[in-house]
């Protein structure tokens, strides 16, 4: 075997293992990169990209043909900067094997024995499949075999109501498919009831037949005729089956028990400084146990790792700041504190105002003022949380992001400016929200400006 050596040996591809590699080998680093899939990862290949893509072409009107092109399109475009071939140029070592540790500090890629300082775990995750009898004996779609559709489904029965499921679903359907969602708990269920409330709804009414607290039993059947026994004795038969029902981390075939790392059946377990149980090796996105599993999370665990493997500096995580959204329509976009986790943290010390989308003059002249909000939760003159329903929620949540992350106090947010109009004046309309009370219902302070009145000449 051909022995290598390197500063940081990095397992995986996707984003945060990218991110690693990019910004160690430009700092000087010896870096080595092992990646037995797609480079790009997740992400790229079959989740955030081409999902993105397949819900623009269900919007706009394309085809099912026409829209699966342009995924495929997407992924090449964006592909280059994530290939193998641009991080060699960068000064990578790139091995396309399966990596295994066999010892605290070495790894076996193929043919090729990696002895590092230290290592970085970036394998992602993969769709989790649920134990239901029958399930393994028929064909069913995830995330990673939906984009070898060539012909849009007739019934598509989607297991999970999730992120993916609903973004799925609506996709689905204004693509003319009848799409049914089934969900054990409530869809969303980790968002803000009412702002998941009003996703189900426009969902509903475009088509989408969504049953809650219901669990599917057996699966039977065959490609084009699937059947499924519902928990409360129904069958329902469609073409197509998602299965939607969340992730699982890719830590089971590291040879992890070789090197000293502790992992739960979730992921490995890290501490703040994401270190695990060996302080030689790293682990960040997916693979972890307890964390948020979003694209931009691992882009940013990236930068704290770096700071302790080139620099040896502290540095902890803090997930307080990290926005999240569902890209349905409307969308929904969260960070910090729903309304209720708030109440049962802050008690009444919570302060939530709200501005309605349909006050929103952008969302008005573009025809987009339907039902949504954005609602804000303050505690001590400091944002804890933001829920945003209605367009672009997504990008609207990025300022609440540096709000919280700077700590910053209401006062400073409402010095922001918008240009008018757009859909950012939304952002301020609930910071004004949050002081019109304290201005034009304080008795005090029209005293106060009626006494300098009179004294002005």
Same mark, same amino acid.
């Given at each position: 075997?051909?022995? @290598?050596?390197?500063?940081?040996?990095? @397992?995986?591809?996707?984003?945060?293992?990218?991110?690693?590699?990019?910004? #160690?080998?430009?700092?000087?680093?010896?870096?080595?990169?092992?990646?037995?899939?797609?480079?790009?990862?997740?992400?790229?290949?079959?989740?955030?990209?081409?999902?993105?893509?397949?819900?623009?072409?269900?919007?706009?009107?394309?085809?099912?043909?026409?829209?699966?092109?342009?995924?495929?399109?997407?992924?090449?475009?964006?592909?280059?900067?994530?290939?193998?071939?641009?991080?060699?140029?960068?000064?990578?070592?790139?091995?396309?094997?399966?990596?295994?540790?066999?010892?605290?500090?070495?790894?076996?890629?193929?043919?090729?024995?990696?002895?590092?300082?230290?290592?970085?775990?970036?394998?992602?995750?993969?769709?989790?499949?649920?134990?239901?009898?029958?399930?393994?004996?028929?064909?069913?779609?995830?995330?990673?075999?939906?984009?070898?559709?060539?012909?849009?489904?007739?019934?598509?029965?989607?297991?999970?109501?999730?992120?993916?499921?609903?973004?799925?679903?609506?996709?689905? $359907?204004?693509?003319?498919?009848?799409?049914?969602?089934?969900?054990?708990?409530?869809?969303?269920?980790?968002?803000?009831?009412?702002?998941?409330?009003? $996703?189900?709804?426009?969902?509903?009414?475009?088509?989408?037949?969504?049953?809650?607290?219901?669990?599917?039993?057996?699966?039977?059947?065959?490609?084009?005729?699937?059947?499924?026994?519902?928990?409360?004795?129904?069958?329902?038969?469609?073409?197509?089956?998602? $299965?939607?029902?969340?992730?699982? #981390?890719?830590?089971?075939?590291?040879?992890?028990?070789?090197?000293?790392?502790?992992?739960?059946?979730?992921?490995?377990?890290?501490?703040?400084?994401?270190?695990?149980?060996?302080?030689?090796?790293?682990?960040?996105?997916?693979?972890?146990?307890?964390?948020?599993?979003?694209?931009?999370?691992?882009?940013?665990?990236?930068?704290?790792?770096?700071?302790?493997?080139?620099?040896?500096?502290?540095?902890?995580?803090?997930?307080?700041?990290?926005?999240?959204?569902?890209?349905?329509?409307?969308?929904?976009?969260?960070?910090?504190?729903?309304?209720?986790?708030?109440?049962?943290?802050?008690?009444?010390?919570?302060?939530?105002?709200?501005?309605?989308?349909?006050?929103?003059?952008? #969302?008005?002249?573009?025809?987009? #003022?339907?039902?949504?909000?954005?609602?804000?939760?303050?505690?001590?003159?400091?944002?804890?949380?933001?829920?945003?329903?209605?367009?672009?929620?997504?990008?609207? @949540?990025?300022?609440?992001?540096?709000?919280?992350?700077?700590?910053?106090?209401?006062?400073?947010?409402?010095?922001? @400016?918008?240009?008018?109009?757009?859909?950012?004046?939304?952002?301020?309309?609930?910071?004004?929200?949050?002081?019109?009370?304290?201005?034009?219902?304080?008795?005090?302070?029209?005293?106060?400006?009626?006494?300098?009145?009179?004294?002005?000449?």
């Amino acid at each position: 075997m051909k022995t @290598i050596k390197a500063d940081i040996c990095i @397992i995986g591809a996707g984003s945060g293992g990218l991110s690693v590699a990019a910004g #160690a080998v430009q700092m000087g680093a010896r870096v080595v990169l092992v990646e037995k899939g797609e480079m790009g990862g997740d992400c790229l290949n079959t989740g955030c990209v081409p999902s993105k893509a397949l819900i623009h072409g269900a919007t706009s009107g394309m085809t099912f043909p026409e829209a699966m092109a342009h995924v495929r399109e997407s992924i090449a475009a964006i592909a280059p900067h994530d290939s193998q071939e641009r991080f060699e140029s960068l000064g990578c070592t790139v091995i396309r094997e399966d990596a295994q540790f066999t010892s605290p500090t070495r790894v076996e890629a193929g043919e090729h024995r990696i002895k590092a300082r230290r290592f970085v775990i970036a394998t992602g995750s993969r769709p989790f499949i649920p134990p239901i009898p029958g399930l393994s004996e028929v064909p069913y779609l995830t995330n990673e075999a939906l984009w070898t559709l060539s012909e849009c489904p007739e019934h598509l029965m989607i297991l999970g109501g999730g992120p993916v499921g609903m973004e799925m679903a609506q996709a689905f $359907v204004r693509f003319g498919a009848k799409v049914t969602v089934i969900e054990a708990g409530r869809v969303l269920a980790r968002e803000d009831v009412e702002a998941a409330g009003l $996703v189900k709804q426009a969902l509903i009414a475009e088509g989408v037949r969504i049953l809650e607290e219901m669990e599917v039993s057996e699966v039977a059947g065959q490609g084009g005729a699937i059947s499924l026994l519902l928990s409360d004795g129904q069958r329902l038969s469609g073409s197509h089956l998602l $299965v939607a029902a969340g992730r699982r #981390a890719n830590s089971e075939e590291l040879g992890l028990e070789h090197a000293d790392v502790d992992r739960s059946k979730d992921g490995i377990c890290v501490g703040a400084n994401l270190r695990t149980s060996n302080r030689r090796i790293y682990a960040l996105g997916d693979v972890l146990a307890g964390h948020p599993r979003f694209t931009h999370v691992a882009g940013y665990q990236a930068g704290v790792a770096i700071r302790g493997l080139l620099f040896g500096l502290p540095a902890k995580l803090r997930e307080d700041h990290i926005p999240h959204a569902t890209y349905t329509d409307p969308e929904l976009a969260q960070i910090g504190l729903t309304e209720g986790e708030a109440k049962k943290l802050h008690g009444d010390k919570l302060e939530v105002v709200r501005a309605e989308v349909a006050g929103n003059d952008r #969302a008005v002249a573009t025809g987009c #003022a339907g039902p949504g909000f954005i609602k804000l939760m303050v505690v001590k003159s400091r944002p804890v949380g933001v829920t945003i329903v209605g367009p672009e929620a997504g990008e609207l @949540i990025a300022l609440w992001s540096l709000a919280i992350s700077a700590k910053l106090k209401m006062s400073k947010i409402a010095g922001m @400016i918008a240009p008018y109009p757009t859909l950012a004046e939304l952002n301020k309309r609930v910071t004004s929200a949050y002081f019109t009370p304290r201005l034009f219902d304080n008795r005090k302070l029209k005293r106060v400006v009626q006494a300098i009145q009179r004294l002005l000449p």
